[in-house]
């Protein structure tokens, strides 16, 4: 690799991983191409992106960016997992991926700029999606106001029955 092509990859790292919000980082050793393109898509699906990194040049783009503290990371076989939006859909994907492929590790990752230890990464992908939390939210919301209109409209209901039943006794009388 010649200077102009470590500048150019040393610019991209820095676009794309020192950007990001979310990142984690995987040891992909023992893992084969068919394997490598499944989890490309997996991540692709999630809106995210999935590069290798050579990790001399990983660190020096991320050098001014969160993800620096994970820099005992970088060593070995490097791939990087990361987005700007949604990291428990990334992680939920990353965690699917490697039950089927038991040979890809995780290193650690960086959330919303917080370090999280890659035993951690279980329970992150454990977590409900944002879309779920969102509608968990709105039912909550709605539940008292649901109640109140059924107890106003029990009154009127009743009142309606009422009236019902002596328009029925005075037509029977």
């Known amino acids: 690799m010649n ?31 068919p394997q490598v393109t ?27 960016s969160p993800l620096v503290a994970l820099k005992e990371q970088f060593s070995g076989m490097t791939a990087v997992a990361y987005n700007k939006t949604d990291a428990v859909a990334l992680a939920k994907a990353l965690t699917k991926f490697a039950k089927d492929v038991p040979t890809v590790q995780f290193k650690g990752a960086l959330l919303n700029g917080q370090i999280v230890p890659a035993a951690e990464i279980q329970n992150i992908a454990n977590l409900p999606s944002r879309e779920e939390l969102v509608s968990k939210l709105l039912f909550l919301m709605q539940s008292p106001i649901r109640g109140l209109v059924t107890v106003l409209q029990a009154n009127i209901r009743n009142l309606a029955v009422v009236i019902d039943q002596i328009a029925k006794q005075k037509e029977t009388a």
């Open 38 to 64: 499944e989890l490309r898509k997996q991540v692709r699906e999630t809106g995210s992106d999935y590069v290798v990194v050579k990790n001399t040049l990983a660190l020096i783009a991320v050098k001014d």
């Open 3 to 33: 200077r102009n092509d470590k500048t150019q990859a040393i610019s991209e790292f820095t676009e794309g991983i020192g950007q990001a919000t979310n990142a984690f980082l995987i040891d992909f050793k023992g893992i084969t191409v």
